[in-house]
């Protein structure tokens, strides 16, 4: 027979998960996650919750735990970068920071064009059953994609160039940082004819890194003549596009800055094909500096982004709460993008 509880309010009531959050000062849905053991809640409101349940005496309904219990040990990647090496970096760098954390990792490549992209995505939270998300640029930057994760209270953290959420959930790269080290490296080395190779207008980075290469060359005195100005799409392939047609013009540019290293590594194929020596007749720059910008010939001069680190330090971001910790409290905010000057810019001639 129930015993009287003086909390509950009625004479032989068994204590319920309601009376657990009125006396804890928190929501229904918080208790239901303490007493499931779930990682994203912070230690003293665990403490707070649990010390309610004992002095109530309040036991779960063991069916109704299991049920509640959704979550899966698994972590999604979700993301819309046609560059496979960005990918892999970013990959590497979420696995290092889930190794010896019972966590695995799950990707789901997405296309941010396809009218089926927030159905999707919700199958594959809803499928794997997600503890949480990651997303690198552009899906990080898509609102329907955050309202959506919101929505089906599934904790994430994305990436993005600027802050666009609160910091216990952002990962900021500067990217427009990084792009005036490269107008500033060209201008230095005496170039004036620039050329400018942007990406997909979908991806804020491309208008966060282009809007900081056109503002340095602007407090130098260097216009972007409007014919150097192409727009790719982050791919090899539209390097190669954007290297011929630049390089094709009447008086083409000396040097030619583009927004990711697919594409620079694409321009440097285009001049070789119309028969140009590297770096003498063409200096190029890129960004993001994967490993492959070290291997070709010349070396690619790039602006570094940890990407892999990006990947861990969004990670450790989404583990905080698990691990009793503050998210808010890391100091991995933000990274700061780097020029990495190898030979594939030199002065002009």
């Known amino acids: 027979m129930a015993q009287d509880d003086p909390r509950s309010g009625k004479p032989g009531k068994r204590a319920t998960i309601n009376d657990v959050a009125r006396e804890a000062k928190v929501s229904k849905k918080t208790v239901s996650r303490v007493i499931n053991q779930s990682p994203f809640v912070k230690a003293d409101t665990r403490e707070r919750v649990n ?3 004992e002095a109530l005496g309040f036991t779960p309904d063991p069916q109704a735990r299991a049920l509640a219990f ?3 040990l698994l972590v999604g990647l979700i993301y819309d970068n046609p560059s496979p090496t ?3 970096n970013m990959q590497q760098g979420v696995l290092d920071a889930l190794k010896g954390s019972g966590l695995e990792l799950v990707v789901h490549p997405c296309n941010r064009d396809m009218p089926t992209l927030l159905d999707d995505i919700r199958g594959f939270v809803e499928r794997q059953r997600l503890s ?3 997303m690198p640029p552009s899906v990080s930057e898509d609102q329907r994609v955050i309202a959506l994760l919101r929505e089906m209270d599934c904790p994430y953290v994305r990436i993005a160039s600027v802050a666009l959420d609160e910091p216990e959930a952002m990962l900021v790269t500067n990217d427009g940082m990084g792009a005036a080290e490269a107008a500033n490296h060209l201008a230095s080395l005496g170039h004036r004819r620039i050329g400018l190779v942007r990406g ?3 991806f804020r980075s491309s208008a966060v890194r282009s809007k900081g290469f056109l503002d340095a060359l602007a407090e130098r005195g260097i216009p972007l003549d ?3 100005d192409f727009k790719g ?6 390097g190669v596009a954007a290297g011929h047609a630049l390089l094709a013009l009447e008086t083409p540019p000396t040097a030619i800055f583009t927004l990711n290293d697919d594409m620079a590594i694409g321009v440097m194929q285009a001049a070789r094909e119309r028969g140009l020596e590297l770096p003498r007749d063409l200096s190029v720059v890129g960004f993001d500096d994967l490993p492959m910008a070290a291997r070709v010939w010349p070396n690619l001069t790039s602006v570094r982004l940890p990407i892999r680190d990006m990947g861990r330090m969004a990670a450790e971001k989404l583990l905080a709460p698990m691990r009793g ?3 808010t409290g890391l100091n991995q905010a933000e990274v700061r993008p780097t020029l990495i000057v190898r030979n594939s810019a030199i002065k002009a001639a």
């Open 86 to 88: 960005y990918v892999v």
């Open 233 to 238: 799409a982050y791919t090899f392939e539209s």
């Open 226 to 228: 409007p014919s150097y």
């Open 70 to 72: 959704r979550r899966s």
């Open 200 to 202: 997909p207008d979908l």
């Open 51 to 53: 010390a309610v349940i």
């Open 325 to 327: 910790l503050d998210p």
């Open 132 to 134: 949480g998300v990651i």
